[in-house]
Each structure stands twice: as structure tokens, then as C-alpha cells.
């Protein structure tokens, strides 16, 4: 099962210490893998994080898990889009298209432990299915659009929305 919640990003420090609670027994102690991934010191409970605007999404699972959400308003990124494959750019049209393929890209990434630095470029998605180096990827994100924002979920196990 892969949890998700949402706070104001503000408060996502405190709202995790808090969420992480419901999941683990304290004491706990976040830290971060050398490409910046968060994770429990010694204990099976994984999440990750993101945040855009005033929103911030949480997953929470007991297996890895990458999680990206990404606000409406920025419009489309033309320098990033333009690192696309022709297959990508042949599916974004709109805002809405780009941010779906941005945040598919992003949460497989953050699952693998990745860094947009290094991954990027190996990763694309595009006919509804995330490729790594040309080959359907392990795992597939899981997509979600609402009127104010796009979400991916890359992870194990149904979503559960909190």
C-alpha cells in the first residue's frame, strides 16, 4: 500500500515528523542518500516528497517509492521540453500534457534513487509508458491530474489517498 498526503508546503516538515509517526515507532532519524534521497535510518518505512507552490505531496510505503506533483501556471518549459525525444514533443500540446510527462519522468526517478543530473536524459515517456535507456521501465507511474495541479506515483501496491 502507498500512502499519499498532501499539506501546505510550509508545514511539510512538521506534517511528515507527523505522518511518519502513524508508520514507524520513534525515535527515527531522516536522512539522506548521497543523491539527496530521504530515508529512515534502520527501518523498512520508505517515502519521498515533493512540493510545488503551496502544496506539498507525501508518499509512504513499505517498499521504495517516488512521488512528484507539479502545479498549473508555469506554462510549458520550452528549454526542458526541448530535451525531450521527438516522440514526447509529437504528445505536448499543452501545459497539462508537458507537466504529465515531467512528473512521470520525475517520480520514476526519485523511486530509482536517481538524480534528474544523471537520469534525465536515459528516461522518457511517451504513448502512456515510461522508458529507461529505450526499454519499458520496471515500474510504471501511476498519474493523477486535477484542475490545480498533475501528480505521478511510482511504487508497489494500491494508492491510498489520506
Known sequence: MIYVYFCNTKEKDGY??????RHTTPPFEILRTLSGKPYINGNPVYFNLSHSGDICAIAVSDSPVGIDIELYGRG?????????????????ISEKD?????????????????????????????GGTLRYGGKPADIQPRLFADVKYTLAVCGTGEIKFE
Do not use: D, P
Open 16 to 21: 511528515l515528523q507527523k505522518i511518519l509517526l
Open 76 to 92: 510549458l518549459r520550452k528549454r526542458v521540453l526541448s530535451r525531450f525525444c521527438k516522440e514526447e514533443q509529437n504528445e505536448i
Open 98 to 126: 508537458f507537466l504529465l510527462h515531467w512528473t512521470a519522468r520525475e517520480a520514476y526517478i526519485k523511486y530509482c534513487g536517481g538524480t534528474l543530473a544523471h537520469m534525465l536524459e536515459l528516461t522518457s515517456f511517451y
